[in-house]
């Protein structure tokens, strides 16, 4: 049974561009969340995705998107990138109504030049 | 509003000695608390979780937890640390029902010393 899978693994990226992330849920989940993790932090919250809509959103700029696809894949979007855009981006998804099981993919390690 | 605290964010401990890592959490319900463990370049791995069941909860790899409403607390132990226990560990919390958002605290780094 696959677990998250997330894509690509590192990029790297100049500032003022634009990135997508992708991310695969576990089977049998139909929601995703997001999560920044800077070098040193723990991961904060970026977005939720349920049914195609973002549920819940951390403070994060509208430079900051995502879009849940009807298989419930999800992508993360960053415009307009900036050097403290560098960090590890993490999905993880969950059951809907299930608070208690996330599971979390390996990661997007993404740096800004 | 919720918050974790995670008290030190290095621990050292010998091989084979008591592993105590400290979380304390505000939030003004019963939460859903987790503890995950972090490998250098890796995801997150859940260790364990307290959904309002048992109060002491067993996890993989020898670790466990005990949930003390009183002192919002959710420290995680294993007796006998093991060199593979080295890693980045972060204490989690969610309210749950309609805020499945996870809030992390700032991790604590494990090293074992031989």
């Known amino acids: 049974d696959a677990g998250v899978t997330q894509s690509p693994t590192h990029l790297i990226k100049t500032r003022g561009q634009q990135v997508t992330l992708r991310c695969s849920p576990k089977?049998?989940?139909?929601?995703v969340s997001w999560y920044q993790q800077a070098l040193g932090q723990g991961p904060q919250f970026i977005f939720q995705y349920y049914e195609e809509e973002e549920r819940q959103r951390g403070n994060f700029p509208d430079r900051f998107s995502g879009h849940q696809f009807p298989n419930y894949s999800s992508e993360l979007n960053v415009n307009a990138l900036l050097l403290g855009d560098s960090a590890l981006y993490l999905c993880?998804?969950?059951?809907?109504?299930?608070?208690?099981?996330?599971?979390f993919g390996s990661g997007t390690r993404l740096t800004v030049v | 509003a919720q918050s974790v605290t995670q008290l030190g964010s290095h621990v050292s401990v010998s091989e084979g000695a008591l592993v105590l890592l400290r979380c304390n959490y505000s939030s003004s319900v019963p939460p859903y608390l987790f503890w995950y463990v972090q490998y250098p370049n890796q995801g997150l791995q859940l260790l364990l979780k307290?959904?309002?069941?048992?109060?002491l909860v067993k996890g993989i790899n020898g670790f466990e937890a005990e949930f003390k409403k009183s002192e919002t607390s959710f420290h995680l132990t294993k007796p006998s640390a093991h060199m593979s226990d080295a890693a980045e560990y972060f204490c989690?919390?969610?309210?749950?029902?309609?805020?499945?958002?996870?809030?992390f605290g700032q991790g604590t780094r494990l090293t074992i010393n031989p």
């Open positions: 989690a919390v969610n309210l749950g029902g309609g805020a499945q958002k996870l809030v």
């Open positions: 307290y959904t309002s069941a048992a109060t």
């Open positions: 089977s049998g989940h139909d929601t």
């Open positions: 993880a998804s969950s059951f809907s109504g299930a608070g208690y099981g996330y599971t």
